[in-house]
């Protein structure tokens, strides 16, 4: 008798787990990003599905895999981005996320890839716009929303950093992929 309890418990217990984790995923979202777009798909193994963003500004993207292993990969030079043509990507086996500048010429070529490791690949990206003001080195600001202050833009610190930790995980997320695919 009390088997049937206790299933129902643990039953319960995961599903106020995954409630949490969901909710903590939407708390980390500052306040002065506006979702613009939700897109779930599916993609096979070794394929591309492409998208394309034409919204200026400042744009977030934030992908997870439901199942399976989705990378993503961004151009503004491209519509069509692979792993061999892009500006921007993010290839981890958790959660996707890209920071599209606002200088980026529009439209800019959105390429989700499904891993060979899974024969699908499901997802779900939630597309931001930020709408904070970025400060520069020099002192200069300028709007994420696309006000002209008459000068350039270049990439702020936090951006470089950001694509210096992307680079030191994908390197390691291979590595460890290239050890497990080894042993098993």
């Known amino acids: 008798m009390a088997a049937p309890w206790r299933a129902l418990l643990v039953l319960l217990?995961?599903?106020?787990?995954?409630?949490a984790q969901g909710a903590e995923e939407d708390d980390d979202v500052p306040e002065e990003w506006l979702l613009l777009h939700v897109v779930h798909g599916q993609i096979g193994?070794?394929?591309?599905?492409?998208?394309?963003?034409n919204h200026d500004g400042k744009i977030v993207l934030r992908m997870r895999s439901l199942s399976g292993d989705a990378d993503l990969y961004v151009s503004d030079s491209t519509l069509h981005p692979s792993f061999d043509d892009y500006k921007l990507q993010s290839a981890t086996c958790g959660q996707d996320s890209?920071?599209?500048?606002?200088?980026?010429?529009r439209p800019?070529?959105?390429g989700?890839?499904?891993?060979?490791?899974h024969?699908?690949?499901d997802f779900e990206m939630k597309v931001?716009?930020?709408?904070?003001?970025?400060q520069y080195p020099l002192g200069e600001a300028y709007s994420s929303d696309g006000a002209d202050t008459g000068h350039k833009h270049a990439y702020a610190p936090e951006e470089a950093s950001q694509e210096e930790e992307s680079v030191l995980w994908t390197i390691v997320i291979s590595i460890l992929k290239l050890v497990l695919e080894i042993l098993f």
Not at 13 to 19: D, M, T
Not at 45 to 53: C, Q, T
Not at 128 to 134: A, E, G, I, K
């Open 45 to 53: 193994a070794g394929n591309y599905s492409y998208l394309k963003l």
């Open 108 to 110: 800019v070529g959105i």
């Open 128 to 134: 931001y716009y930020d709408r904070t003001v970025d």
């Open 112 to 117: 989700i890839y499904g891993h060979p490791s």
């Open 98 to 105: 890209v920071v599209i500048p606002a200088h980026f010429q």
């Open 119 to 121: 024969q699908e690949s």
């Open 13 to 19: 217990a995961s599903q106020a787990v995954a409630l």
